[in-house]
Nanobody, 126 residues
């Protein structure tokens, strides 16, 4: 069973940067993967996805966040730049080797991902 462990969260001032990592217990080569976040009191939303090197982003993070993965180390990354207070949320990585989605579909397919990490909190102060 694929296990995912996120790290890299913490507190940062607005305008700052943070890089999240998600270590997978098995190969992520060719696996549909994404980053989701859940702000306080709100639903979990997809913000970035990657499949076979093709990426997609939610409008709220486009141009500021970058998703990437190191298939040799089985790590998914989320580089977050120019952070804003509204980026404050619990961030989760998700994966599913059996999903056949486009990156755009993956952002809106939260319920289809079978494997999730425990989350890492990012808090952005103004």
């Amino acid at each position: 069973q694929l296990q995912l462990v996120e790290s890299g969260g913490g507190s940062v001032q607005a305008g700052g940067s943070r890089r999240l990592s998600c270590v997978a217990s098995d190969t992520i080569d060719g696996v549909c993967m994404g980053w989701f976040r859940q702000p306080p009191g709100k639903e979990r939303e997809g913000i970035a996805s990657i499949i076979d090197g093709i990426t997609n982003y939610a409008d709220s993070v486009k141009g500021r966040f970058t998703i990437s993965k190191d298939t040799a180390k089985n790590i998914l990354y989320l580089q977050m730049n120019n952070l804003k207070p509204e980026d404050t949320a619990m961030y989760y990585c998700a994966a599913d080797p059996f999903l056949a989605l486009t990156p755009a579909q993956a952002l809106n397919s939260r319920g289809d991902f079978g494997y999730w990490g425990q989350g890492t909190q990012v808090t952005v102060s103004s």
